[in-house]
């Protein structure tokens, strides 16, 4: 981020406006409806403020800038049309420390306004950092029609209910998790559809239904994708917001990671080639301790949980300790990464069959039934088959595929790093080699890959930024 987003208390404070026209008067207006004592620097006033020193609400201070008006100023604004004055502003408060704000001059503030939408008390700003100001309005006025004017109700009703929530709960999780059902159900739906009273009269009953305690911990098993956040799924989202702790592995990438709550506690329990962070038993054993000390508790795992996930270990072990869970599907890497490659995995012409198969070594060989894998009209794809891509090649054509099959490798599939080579059985070991891919990466062969080139419609330079997975992910 370039800039901190925060919210200033100005109640009271004197800020320093340089400029008198219709700008300005715009920025007056927000600081005066946020309580501030607002002073003007202006040689004349156009009509808007005008209008303001006549009613009393604004100081006027007829005069050109000069650094000794910020003397006693909290924040400060520069809105002329003079670049040079501007300037002397920002450096006069960068001086004296002050925030200052010069307007559709993104190098010249230490602060910028964003786009607000306003449901006093709950504030929703959106920035672009400067970068588009015109992007930022048309987020904000999506925002407004998505916010009912009820939520201002609704955040005013919560917070005059806070004490009694807190006397009731003395466990701030068991607190946590009561606002999160109140505010997410059926309490929220009736203040929203203007029914308050009924909403208070369901508030009490819940209150007083529910036991003071430290909270039942469980698990979330969530399948995160192949990488794009964009590929998550609703129920996926929730839960990341949720969850007390986050358990994650190497595949996942890290915009996901970022998408979880942000106070939650994260652990990376990512298991590499050569180096597991944590064994799989032990994975399965830190899920149960911390859902047994009371924490909701998401594994976050990359694809699908139960397709080369080992998913279903993790909830035998949770099963077998009582631990309740839940199981969220995630698009799997075979059916996420072929999509953004534009290689469909079934087509009537090519492939009637689709087989995921992991093409992980082990001492140097893979034990896979070649000879169901290499029947024709059949797509295979290859889970974790970047460093046996030779082994796995070379046996393919031994057991009858011929060596012109076509073959795809895709690294870091549905992100902006996506990568795609397009061979042949005999040709794709050394292709892989000369581009120097990196994990993760998705092996795809059959007849199908001959659709890319006409297939082919994502352009990574558009996707999001993903960051960097670790290392050998």
């Known amino acids: 981020m370039d800039f901190l987003p925060i919210f200033l208390n100005i109640k009271g404070a ?40 006549a009613a009393g609400r604004i100081e006027h201070i007829t005069a050109r800038f000069e650094a000794a008006q910020l003397d006693g100023a909290a924040v400060v604004i520069a809105a002329t049309d003079d670049r040079a004055v501007n300037e002397a502003v920002f450096r006069a408060a960068k001086t004296r420390e002050l925030p200052v704000n010069v307007v559709d001059s993104p190098e010249l503030c230490s602060f910028i306004f964003p786009a607000i939408v306003d449901r006093s008390p709950m504030i929703v700003a959106v920035s672009t950092g400067g970068a588009s100001p015109v992007l930022a309005r048309l987020m904000r006025a999506r925002l407004e029609a998505l916010l009912p004017a009820a939520y201002g109700r609704l955040a005013q009703l919560a917070n005059g209910l806070r004490e009694r929530v807190k006397k009731h ?43 003071d305690g430290p909270p039942m911990g469980e698990v979330y098993l969530v399948g995160a994708g192949p990488g794009n956040p964009d590929l998550l799924t609703f129920r996926a989202m929730k839960l990341m917001q949720q969850a007390d702790v986050v358990v994650h592995d190497n595949l996942v990438s890290p915009a996901i990671v970022e ?175 000369d581009a120097q891919l990196k994990p993760p990466t998705l092996i795809i062969v059959g007849d199908v890959v001959r659709l890319h080139d006409q297939l082919k419609w994502f352009d990574p330079a558009g996707a999001p930024d993903v960051g960097s997975w670790k290392k050998d992910a």
């Not at 406006?17 to 309580?35: D, F, I, S, T, Y």
């Not at 080639?273 to 064994?279: A, E």
């Not at 974790?384 to 011929?402: F, N, S, T």
């Open 14 to 53: 004197r800020c320093l406006v340089v400029g008198g026209g219709a700008v300005a008067a715009r920025k007056a207006g927000l600081l005066l409806g946020c309580g501030a004592r607002v002073a003007i620097v202006s040689p004349e006033l156009g009509e808007t403020l005008a209008a303001e020193k």
């Open 169 to 211: 709960f003395t466990n701030p999780p068991q607190r946590r998790i009561f606002w999160e059902k109140m505010l997410g159900g059926t309490f929220a739906d009736l203040v929203l559809a203007g029914k308050a009273t009924e909403a208070e009269q369901y508030f009490e009953q819940q209150l007083a239904a529910t036991q």
């Open 259 to 433: 998408l979880c709550r942000r106070d939650a506690q994260r652990i990376y329990v990512g298991k590499q080639r050569d180096n597991h962070t944590l064994r799989q038993e032990e994975i399965n054993a830190l899920l149960v301790k911390l859902a047994q000390e009371g924490k909701r508790v998401l594994r976050l795992k990359g694809g699908d949980p139960f397709i080369f996930g080992r998913g279903g270990e993790e909830i035998e072990t949770l099963t077998a300790h009582g631990v309740s869970f839940e199981v969220v599907p995630g698009i799997t890497a075979a059916a996420g990464v072929a999509s953004y490659a534009g290689i469909p995995l079934t087509h009537r012409d090519y492939a009637h069959a689709c087989v995921f198969v992991t093409g992980h070594l082990k001492d140097g060989t893979m034990d896979l039934d070649w000879d169901a894998l290499a029947r024709p009209q059949q797509t295979i794809v290859f889970y974790m088959g970047l460093l046996g891509l030779p082994v796995l090649c070379r046996e393919l054509v031994a057991h009858g595929m011929p060596g012109a099959t076509p073959a795809a490798i895709v690294q870091q599939g549905t992100t902006n790093r996506q990568r795609v080579l397009i061979g042949t059985l005999a040709s794709l070991p050394q292709q892989a080699q």
